[in-house]
């Protein structure tokens, strides 16, 4: 990678993996003989098993009850008779119960309608109870319930919903391919989404280097008349961080600690605006994703929808298997993914991608000392000093790297991504933020 100045400050222009799985269109992966559903999916609280071991469950019902506000419900992405519920990692560090389905009878989800319903005359509070229902999250990997986030406070009025299709992390390519062939579906989710916290403008933000998926958007929103504006912005990683997208089109920075909604905008994944259509006017819940599945030691690297629950294994097996032994098994993109050893671990409802890299695909060395190259603030996009930092959390003085702006790091990977002396600076910066208070950016 090379630094890439198109996104004003910092950032890196991927190789070019994305071309693995570019031109692959979706195609629905087989359904697996058994999910293993994790009740904890989401930001917030796990969800509460609303079955047992021995239920009969239908694709669609629940079998994971919210619990609290930020939780999320979840739905039984197959039919079949509960298994067992048992306890798996998820992310690592951290376990959830998960509900086994074995599958078994056929598929009949409660009320899947033909035709899409008509939203335009329910009101907010309705179409929020209806994304509850469904489970709907935020599918780019915070995890956030859509109902949560589109609940906007008594007094604030929203300026801005920004539809991000930036996609910048390398190798994944799901939501390219989602904005190519749903268009419609997404613009009509964004309408929907609109409509729920009343924004006034809507932007669709697609990557500079996704020219057919900006033609597109654009054709259809001539057609339809629709007053949305389409933006190619930039392709540099990490370009399609919610915070520095806002930066790009708003012009204004959000500070640390603050949300978006803090200056009036609320930016949602392309793939959480097209599960939004689809519990709006399918009433369907989140049972499925768009995954991109890549890295050289994979057979054949693709695009697929694969029921959540579906064990990493089962779908590179789908995907002509591996061609070795990965160096490294990765959920999410490369920069801000997360290394999984169990090919058990299930795909959820915020997994973007399955990533079987080779050795030479992988960063890996051993951390030599600091030669002050300067490579790691040149790259950083909020304009931190990584060094610094993290000289100070390893010297324990978490108070200077708080005043230095630990609470500005976007936990991006760019700065590890970059340093020849393997220093892992962005894991120090997370666990430094974990250890005095700071949560996820
Ligand atoms: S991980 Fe943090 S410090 Fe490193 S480049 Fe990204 S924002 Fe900057
Ligand atoms: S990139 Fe690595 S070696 Fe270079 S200044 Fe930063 S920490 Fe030091």
Redesign the pocket.
Known sequence: MIPLPTLSRGGLLPDDRKTLTRGSAIWNAALPTQCVVPLHQHAGAAAEAVVAVGDRVREGMLIGRAVGRNSAHVHAPIPGVVTAIRSGEVYPGRPSACVVIDLEGEFDRLGKPLAPAEWQQRSARDLLRNLRECGVVGMAGGGIPADNKYTIPRGVEIEHLIVNGAESEPYLTATHRLMLEKPAEILEGARIAAHIVGARRVTIAVGRDKRDAVAAFRRLVRERGLPFSVRAVSLAYPAGDEKLLIRELVGREVPAGRLPIDLRVIVSSVATIHAVYEAIAFGKPVVERVVTVAGSMVRTPSNVKVRIGTPVGALLAECGGLIDTPARLVLGGPMMGYTVADMATPITKTTTGVLALGTDEVNDGERT?????????RVCPVGLE??TL?KMLERDRPGDAAAAGLADCRECGC?SY????H?P?TETLVQGRRRNGGGAP
């Open positions: 000392p600091c030669i002050g190259c300067g490579r790691c603030i990584p060094v993290v700065c970059v340093c020849p002396s220093i600076l």
